[in-house]
């Protein structure tokens, strides 16, 4: 066979194990999603950058590997990689890893280790297949990295449909099955034992797909919804669905009460209620309705009933309808119209037909329109105004009280989006936003210091006549009128508070003696609280007095959920009843992956440099900056990419395919043009050069990315691609540019090459988030582009040495 043919099958083999490791690396985000909680995504970005680091480290340390038959190598490590994606998998669900439990056990601290090496596995294997291929490349490095890319790109998108087909681990089992088919490439002309095992283990998983689901389901934390549902007696799983984005259950169970903040004063049964739960957590649920408005009589003892008892049928707007609540209080209380929005299609289709006759076919009222649309991008697009409209509750009580959505962007809650929601109401329309009561008040208060930037951003002198703000026994409900409130409504606000047994925490003129009545705390805390915001001199004096963070989120930074204070830690722990559970649950586990992965970098990095000989050591300082830099960069402008298009592409599993399927695909393009530039010469200068200014420029890119939300899913993907290919193809270039510089004398340093990129890259997929929380999206991309000059003096240092 020729060495021209074998190449062609080494591209393609490497194509498919690329593809399959990018697939194993979104897939295992949703699943620990599902599992634990959503920033726990993080610790899986890490395994897998760091098993690609240390597998750079291994053929430094262990030369010999590299003088191994290469395609037989290959073969067997990709075959190891099929093999163990499924084995870790498994294995992993048998770790009794309870995050919750860290706080007494210590024992948790070594299931987390047996986790890291446990899921680690198959990107060591599938990272030193790579490597051993990169090493060997030459000249062809441009080609081989173009087959990787291009393999990851496929895998970025293809894993996103397979959900709703397969479900989570049937989408292991097909992944090890296109690790397997890599394994078959690499051993093409190879008819002996290894080929037959590979393929009767090939066999096997075709043989397993149908049966993954319920024989190596998902473990999911006892603390999330779904499990304590199914705790209650009598309780039933009815049913599962998949789709890209979500695992949403079906549940009968005792649990299921949902009745945000009802009043006391409600001593009837509420009408029967199934459970729908996204992601294993965030209880909502489908109520029977029997069409008759009057037997709602519930909803009217609902906080969220407030402005009904200010509008007379009013023409309503449901942002986050889920089950249905926010229609059937709309429907009791004669409203006009009802437009209702949710995004995800699965608790539509729920409502609308398996439980439609359950439901009473709400969604299907005359009066009723419901459309599968992400609430920002709705009202983005909307020309119409609207009397009320309704942020309903989403998330739970138990996970926002640890922050658990601390380090997730959130583009709903943000000054922008309430910009656009008062803009959309009628002259004396009323916003309802409501929220947990979590007391000590963090995100129950920073709705308020939201709204009232969003109505001074909209020109209104006293925001405090607009607002008024009430609190049950377990929400806070916050109403926002585009005119300042009346004496009559005023009157009608306390009236409804003095009924329902619901606390005043702020109206226009409020007395200090109207607060904290009913649900007493010892002190009026949400009063003081809101009453000095709203009256304060200097707001940002008033926000750094306090524990917590309740200073506004934008669209530059729109960490709503995150309100932890690094320089209050200890104030804060000791707020938490001296417990750490909440502080790791809300995401500051990701702090410490970022010690642990800083850490094994460095060993990674220094471990080789001790086995260099001096003649292969030359300038090594400058190549370590060159491909930390590009890692560093890279991941830096990914992740800060990945954050900023969530809000044009409406959810984190859409933002982040389309994302790295456009950069990597872009990048798979310059780095096979890459072939056709001199490295070190003058135009690997100008890539670097234009890398960091564009990058520069990117970091203003939001204004461009607002009027392009009203656009169909598919056309905003294609902007997507079209903004993010000029950046991506550039960035594709550098890599295999610098492998070139290594050939020759240098050639061993092509490992520890490797591992320094892989090193940098663990450290550039944890870092944007932490300092996007204080610094926003913007400043990402500028010290991206700074990281990518520094890269271009290193080369500037090389030639100039030579």
């Given amino acids: ?119 680690s596995i198959p990107f060591l294997l599938s990272g030193l297949a790579i490597a051993m291929a990169v090493e060997r490349a030459g000249t062809r490095i441009n080609k081989l990295y173009f087959s990787s890319f291009i393999g990851s790109a496929l895998g970025s998108i293809l894993v996103l449909p397979l959900f709703g087909l397969l479900t989570g681990p049937g989408v292991i089992v097909f992944i090890s099955l296109i690790a397997g088919g890599s394994a078959l490439i690499f051993s093409h002309d ?35 919804s779904l499990i304590m549902a199914l705790r209650y007696p009598n309780s039933s799983l009815v049913e599962t669905r998949w789709n890209a984005f979500s695992r949403v259950d079906v549940v009968r169970s005792g649990l299921v009460r949902y009745a945000p903040g009802l009043s006391l004063q409600y001593e009837e049964l509420l009408p029967e209620q199934i459970g729908v739960i996204v992601d294993g957590d965030g209880l909502n649920a489908i109520t029977r309705y ?68 359950f439901s009473g076919f709400i969604y299907q009222d005359e009066i009723v329109s419901v459309s599968v649309i992400e609430g920002r991008r709705f009202i983005q697009s909307s020309v119409d105004e609207y009397d009320i409209i309704e942020l309903s509750m989403t998330g739970s009580a138990s996970a926002s009280s640890t922050g658990i959505y601390a380090l997730s962007e959130n583009y709903l809650y943000t000054v922008e989006s309430f910009e656009k929601f008062i803009k959309h109401l009628s002259e004396n329309g009323f916003l309802s936003v409501s929220r947990w009561l979590l007391p000590p008040p963090r995100e129950d208060v920073r709705i308020v210091s939201l709204t009232v930037s969003a109505l001074e951003a909209l020109g209104v002198q006293a925001p405090e006549r607009h607002i008024a703000v009430i609190r049950s026994w377990g929400t806070i409900t916050l ?30 003129g409020v007395d200090a003696s109207e607060v904290n009545v009913y649900n007493r705390f010892p002190e009026p805390i949400y009063y003081d609280l809101v009453y000095g915001l709203l009256h304060a001199g200097d707001r940002e004096d008033f926000f750094g007095g306090y524990l917590y963070d309740i200073g506004v989120s934008t669209d530059e930074r729109p960490f709503f959920f995150h309100f932890f204070k690094w320089d209050r830690l200890i104030e804060t722990y000791e707020s938490l009843d001296r417990k750490w559970q909440p502080l790791i649950e809300g995401g500051y586990l990701v702090p410490l992956v970022l010690v642990q992965a800083s850490i094994l970098s460095f060993l990674f990095i220094l471990v080789p440099m001790r086995r260099l000989r001096r003649s292969e050591a030359e300038d090594k300082w400058s190549h370590l900056v060159y491909f930390f830099g590009l890692g560093l960069g890279y991941m830096f402008i990914e992740m800060a990419t990945i954050q900023r298009f969530m809000l044009l592409l409406g959810h984190p599993v859409y933002s982040v395919s389309a994302v790295l399927f456009s950069l990597l695909l872009a990048s798979g393009l310059g780095s096979y043009f890459s072939g056709r530039i001199t490295p070190g010469g003058k135009r690997h200068k100008i890539v670097l050069l234009m890398v960091g200014f564009l990058t520069l420029l990117y970091s203003f890119i939001s204004p461009f990315i607002l009027p392009l939300l009203g656009l169909p899913f598919a056309a905003r993907l294609l902007a997507t691609s079209i903004l993010i290919a000029p950046l ?65 003096w290193m080369v500037v240092i090389h030639t100039r040495e030579k």
């Avoid at 519930?298 to 609540?325: D, E, H, M, N």
């Fill in 190 to 224: 190879r008819w002996n034992r290894d080929f037959v095992r590979v393929m009767a283990w090939i066999l096997v998983l075709i043989i397993f797909l149908p049966f993954a689901g319920g024989l190596i389901p998902i473990r999911i934390s006892p603390h999330k």
């Fill in 1 to 119: 066979m020729s060495i021209v043919i074998r190449w062609r099958l080494r591209y393609l083999g490497i194509f498919f194990l690329s593809t399959a490791t990018l697939m194993l690396q979104v897939a295992y985000t949703r699943i620990f999603s599902i599992a634990l909680w959503n920033h726990f995504v993080w610790m899986i970005v890490s395994i897998a950058l760091l098993g690609y680091a240390a597998s750079g480290t291994l053929l430094s340390v262990f030369p010999r590997l590299l003088k191994m038959d290469l395609d037989r190598t290959l073969a067997n490590i990709s075959a190891l990689c099929s093999v163990f994606i499924l084995f870790s998998y498994w294995a992993s669900n048998l770790v009794p890893f309870d995050p919750s439990r860290l706080n007494w056990d210590s024992f948790q601290l070594l299931y987390i280790t047996v986790y890291y090496l446990l899921l």
């Fill in 728 to 792: 991506g193809f550039l960035m594709g270039m550098p890599f295999p540019l610098g492998v070139r510089i290594l050939t020759g004398s240098r050639r061993p340093l092509i490992p520890w090459a490797w591992a320094v990129n892989g090193c940098a890259s663990v450290l550039g997929s944890i870092l944007p988030t932490i300092l996007a929380l204080n610094m926003g999206f913007s400043r990402i991309y500028q010290i991206a582009g700074a990281i990518y000059l520094v890269s271009l």
């Fill in 479 to 508: 109403l926002v009128k585009r005119s300042p409130l009346n004496v009559q409504e005023i009157a009608s606000i306390r009236d409804f508070c003095g009924e329902m047994g619901f606390d005043i925490v702020y109206v226009p």
């Fill in 290 to 357: 029997d069409g008759d408005p009057s037997s709602l009589a519930f909803t009217g003892y609902l906080p969220v009933a407030l402005p009904y008892w200010l509008v007379q049928s009013p023409k309503v707007l449901v942002v986050g309808s889920g089950g249905g609540l926010g229609v059937l209080t709309a429907l009791h209380h004669d409203s006009s119209e009802i437009v209702a929005i949710e995004s995800n299609p699965l608790i539509v289709e729920l409502v609308q037909q398996d439980y439609g006759a």
